[in-house]
């Protein structure tokens, strides 16, 4: 289990527990999943990680040649997990990271899943101010409209501010290596452009009151989804009557799924999404 592929993870199930589907962000692949995924299935659990379309398969590859990718969209990356979801005999727990946090709220949005625990997560309309720090690391892309066409990577040094920014050089470099990969610039300007577009793809319905439970999570030391970000989003459900909590770590980074304490966060995020899961979605 330790990576080799970035394609599929699951595990067969032999209590019949809830399977928990996992939803990676960009820049990234299934692949920084790899100790969450051997954490849940030591707990028993089924679990899934796919990568977005045209992202799974050989990791190199994919940042020798990220053309296959360069058009990929919002809603061509949550249809990809509806239909994981869709799939299966009853409802999954859904953990996703930065957008794919996004793609947890969603997918809850449109009536899956028992429980969404959405990490960091990317914006969704409704989003008015973003902190000098999301800009900084979306400026690179957004800064010429021809990059909406494109998967371009973050530059070692934009990746050490982005997510490893609390670690060396040299450590994050190694996180790099092992994890980062080339992006669909599409869905940032999708993220960016939602406020002015009447049929965004990041549109969720605040005040859907028969969505699954959804806990969103928030890391001080974060330079891509910062508090303030996740902070607004959970605002923007207080008017719901479907659950939302809010959970924060003061020290942690958008390397939260990697970083030193991540069975921490990955621990409560099972232990409220247990708590919380219904048994059926509504529908």
Not at 19 to 37: D, K, N, Q, R
Not at 162 to 168: D, Y
Not at 219 to 243: E, I, M, W
Not at 249 to 254: A, F, I, S
Request: aromatic content about 10%; some cysteine; overall charge negative.
């Amino acid at each position: 289990m330790a990576g080799t592929c970035q394609e599929s993870y699951a595990a067969d199930m032999s209590d019949k527990k809830r399977t928990i589907v996992l939803i990676h962000g960009l820049w990234m692949t299934a692949l920084c999943w790899e100790h969450w995924i051997g954490f849940y299935m030591g707990r028993g659990y089924r679990v899934i990680a796919e990568s977005w379309p045209g992202m799974g398969g050989d990791i190199e590859q994919l940042r020798r040649d990220p053309a296959p990718i360069a058009n990929l969209g919002i809603n061509e990356i949550v249809d990809r997990y509806q239909g994981i979801v869709e799939g299966l005999d009853d409802p999954p727990i859904i953990i996703g990271h930065s957008f794919g946090g996004l793609v947890t709220e969603i997918l809850l949005d449109r009536g899956l899943g028992s429980a969404g625990v959405a990490i960091a997560p990317a914006p969704v309309k409704g989003i008015i101010f973003l902190p000098l720090s999301t800009l900084r690391v979306t400026f690179p892309a957004l800064s010429n409209p021809a990059n909406s066409h494109r998967a371009l990577p973050l530059t070692p040094e934009q990746f050490h501010y982005a997510f490893t920014n609390t670690l060396s050089d040299e450590a994050s470099l190694a996180v790099y290596n092992r994890y980062a990969v080339p992006g669909p610039d599409h869905v940032l300007f999708q993220a960016a452009l939602a406020n002015f577009n009447p049929h965004a793809p990041t549109t969720v319905d605040f005040q859907n009151g028969t969505r699954a439970p959804l806990l969103l999570m928030a890391g001080g030391n974060d330079h891509v989804s910062p508090v303030a970000v996740v902070k607004a989003n959970y605002r923007l459900f207080s008017n719901s009557g479907a659950t939302t909590d809010y959970k924060e770590y003061p020290e942690r980074t958008h390397y939260t799924l990697g970083e030193a304490g991540w069975e921490q966060v990955a621990g409560d995020a099972l232990a409220w999404a247990e708590e919380n899961a219904r048994e059926q979605p509504v529908r």
